[in-house]
């Protein structure tokens, strides 16, 4: 079993930043791809980003490229999604990821093990 714990989600104005952070605990070795997921109310989960084990290889989704970042540290167990530039159709529960080896299909939430509790980002206009 691996657990994931989100934080730092909250309320930014439109143009602002925040940084979200995913701690994994337990199983950790289990955690070759991670990835940062969201839900709007009404809507469905969507793919944000993505990371493999050794961080060179990321993925966005194309609303976010240039404005997210996501990033590891796997000696903390922790992954990061940076976000700038933050738009008010960024409103949304965040949820991080995890999954024991690599897919081509990561932007897919099912193909994924593992999942946390979600934090709330809310970007006022």
């Known amino acids: 079993q691996v657990q994931l714990v989100e934080s730092g989600g909250g309320l930014v104005q439109a143009g602002g930043s925040l940084r979200l952070s995913c701690a994994a605990s337990?199983?950790?070795?289990?955690?070759?791809?991670r990835g940062w997921f969201r839900q709007a109310p009404g809507k469905e989960r969507e793919f944000v980003a993505a990371?493999?084990?050794?961080?060179?290889?990321?993925y966005y989704a194309d609303s976010v490229k240039g404005r997210f970042t996501i990033s590891r540290d796997n000696a903390k167990n922790t992954v990061y999604l940076q976000m700038n530039s933050l738009k008010p159709e960024d409103t949304a529960v965040y949820y991080c990821?995890?999954?024991?080896?690599?897919?081509?299909?990561?932007?897919?939430?099912?193909?994924?093990?593992?999942w946390g509790q979600g934090t709330q980002v809310t970007v006022s206009s």
């Open positions: 337990g199983r950790t070795f289990s955690s070759y791809l």
């Open positions: 990821a995890t999954r024991r080896a690599y897919t081509s299909n990561y932007d897919q939430p099912n193909n994924y093990d593992y």
């Open positions: 990371s493999t084990w050794s961080g060179v290889n990321t």
